[in-house]
């Protein structure tokens, strides 16, 4: 399986400047999908996970699938406004402006919580949620994005949760 031919590549979204992988492509390409999650599962098969944060909204589609194979919780992660129960909330910086997340803090039980997500570039959107997850006394047992863009440093950030990637991009 070629991932790189797999992932369409959008110049200049949502902003000049921003190469935009979007994985979507990747999703309507049912071998590639496939490929993917197969991959994600087996990079975490030796690693003890309790559940699963996934981040709105790309990464839903990667942490239910996680979720489902692992037999594990599925808790999402997402954007302000959007969940109808008491929630945690963190803000943080994005390659491309600022975001808040919110968590359902009751489904957050304590318990080692692997963090996925499409892509990772600076690493601000998985560091916000293992902020919630650490606030609430759990552990982060990973994080897993499809794409990582390490020329954005997030090692620098997030290094320590051991981020996992199947693909990384130079910034050239
Ligand atoms: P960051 O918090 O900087 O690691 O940014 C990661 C989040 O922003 C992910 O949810 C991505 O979907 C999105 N994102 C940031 N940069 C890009 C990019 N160049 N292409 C596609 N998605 C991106």
Redesign the pocket.
């Known amino acids: 399986m070629n991932l790189d031919e797999a992932i369409r590549k959008?110049p200049d979204?949502p902003k000049p400047g921003?190469?935009?992988?979007?994985?979507t492509s990747i999703f309507t390409n049912p071998e590639a999908y496939k490929y993917v999650v197969e991959q994600m599962v087996s990079l975490y098969k030796n690693v003890e996970v309790s559940g699963v944060i996934a981040?709105?909204s790309?990464?839903f589609l990667l942490g239910s699938c996680f979720a489902v194979e692992r037999g594990v919780p599925l808790v999402l992660a997402r954007k302000k406004g959007k969940l109808p129960g008491k929630t945690l909330e963190e803000s943080?910086?994005?390659?491309?402006g600022q975001?808040t997340l919110q968590i359902h803090s009751e489904d957050l039980k304590p318990g080692r919580w692997l963090i996925i997500?499409?892509?990772?570039?600076?690493?601000?959107?998985?560091?916000?949620v293992a902020k919630m997850v650490l606030r609430q006394g759990a552990e982060v047992a990973g994080m897993f994005?499809v794409?990582g863009?390490p020329f954005?440093k997030?090692e620098e950030k997030i290094g320590a949760y051991h981020p996992r990637t199947l693909i990384n991009y130079s910034g050239e």
């Open positions: 959008v979204f921003i190469l935009f992988y979007d994985v981040i709105e790309r990464g943080y910086a994005l390659e491309y975001a997500d499409d892509l990772i570039a600076t690493g601000g959107t998985l560091e916000a994005g794409i863009l954005l997030y």
